[in-house]
Structure formats: C-alpha cells, structure tokens
C-alpha cells in the first residue's frame, strides 16, 4: 500500500512570498490532517478534513494559510505571505473515519 | 489547555539494551495514545497505540505501557538496535468526534555502539 505522498520535499522562499504544499494520502482514507512541526517539537494540528468538509481548522492562521480538499482526495495547503515564523516542516496524515493517523515526509520550508 | 509532556528530552542507551521512554499526560479524559518514531528528516512513524480499557499492550520488541492512575505511559523498546535511533513522540486523543491527536515535544533515543 502506497504512503502519504508529499511535495515539494523542501522550499525555500524569501518572507511575503506566497507557498503552496501538495498531498495525496493513502487510497481509501477519509481524513486528512494538515500538521505545522517546528524544530524541536511535537506536530501541531493546523487543519483537519472529513472527505472535502473541514473538520476544525481552529488552529489555522486564516490571515495567511488557506487550505482546500475539493475533490475528497488530495489537499492543497497554501501560505500567502510567508513570514519567518512560518519556518517549518509541513506534515500532510491521513487516516480512515477515527484509525491511526500515518504520515507523509513532510515539506520542509524556510522562510528568509 | 491539556498538554502531554515527556520526561526527558534525551536518552542514550547501548546497543543490546532496553529502553524505556517515558511520557506525562494531563488531560484524565484522554482515551487514545500513540506513540510514533521520528527519523531525521522524515515523517512520524507509527509504532504501537494503546486503548484506555487497557494497561499493557506489546508489539514486536516494543511494550506501551498505561498507568491512568498516574497519567503516565510508557514505551520500552527490547534489545534496542542502531536503527532505533529517533525521536519519540507520545500523542493522546481526548473524547470527540473529531479525535485528533496532541503530541508531545518528544525523545530524542540514540543508541550507542
């Protein structure tokens, strides 16, 4: 069974730059969660989809961060303008309706 | 807001030894744990997971542990190996639909030859 595919793998853009990540999960899985990681600490839930329906997306900075699933399938996470804060790896899991959650590589981005 | 914590940032252990990585959480209404692996420059990596109805559960060469009189769990890893070496996060799941997860700052396991 194929993983979460994630791209680009690594971006690095100058601050007030806009970004955009990629996801496809694994075939079948219903949820897909967006993560910020930043050095150091444990992944911090940014956006959670239920199919192409938002979950919760309390924790997402919607001054700057969008993020979209229309089809049910894959995910877009976009930043428009990037600060240096935004420093981080972006990890894209999927899961079925309440099972493990498993994890792409993550987009490693760095904001200068 | 609830929080789950690990004990220690760093543990080094000899190859051939047991670990054990510990983990503090909060949060008494949690329900669900996790524990995933971290290898540099890669995504988490699911390990073992433990329900609360229980209090041990063992996989291949690892143990969770759960003691929810003390929110405390723990991951032991038998006759730890090179490839052992990452960082390990515990994560919870309280009570809800949504059943998201809160990690930890994790572990970081090296393993000495």
């Avoid at chain 1, 899985?29 to 839930?45: D, E, N, S, V």
């Avoid at chain 2, 515990?90 to 809800?96: D, P």
């Amino acid at each position: 069974e194929a993983g979460v595919a994630q791209s680009p793998r690594y971006k690095i853009i100058e601050k007030r730059q806009s970004v955009a990540f990629w996801c496809n999960p694994i075939s079948g899985h219903a949820t897909l969660y967006w993560y910020q990681q930043i050095l150091g600490q444990g992944p911090k839930l940014l956006i959670q989809f239920q199919n192409n329906g938002v979950v919760d997306d309390s924790q997402l900075p919607k001054d700057r961060f969008s993020a979209e699933r229309l089809k049910g399938v894959d995910s877009t996470l976009k930043i428009q303008p990037a600060k240096l804060e935004d420093s981080a790896v972006y990890l894209c899991a999927s899961s079925r309706l309440a099972g493990v959650q498993y994890f792409g590589p993550g987009t490693r981005l760095t904001v200068t | 807001g609830e929080s789950v914590g690990l004990h220690l940032p760093t543990l080094s252990v000899q190859e051939g030894d047991n670990s054990i990585i510990n983990c503090a959480y909060s949060n008494s209404a949690s329900d669900y744990f996790i524990w995933y692996k971290q290898e540099s420059g890669k995504g988490p990596q699911f390990i073992i997971d433990i329900r609360s109805n229980m209090d041990k559960r063992q996989g291949q060469r690892v143990t969770v542990l759960l003691n929810k009189t003390v929110k405390h769990l723990s991951l032991q890893i038998a006759a730890t190996q090179p490839g052992d070496s990452a960082v390990y996060f515990c994560a919870e799941t309280g009570t809800g639909s949504a059943r998201q997860l809160t990690f930890g700052s994790g572990t970081q396991l090296t393993v000495l030859p």
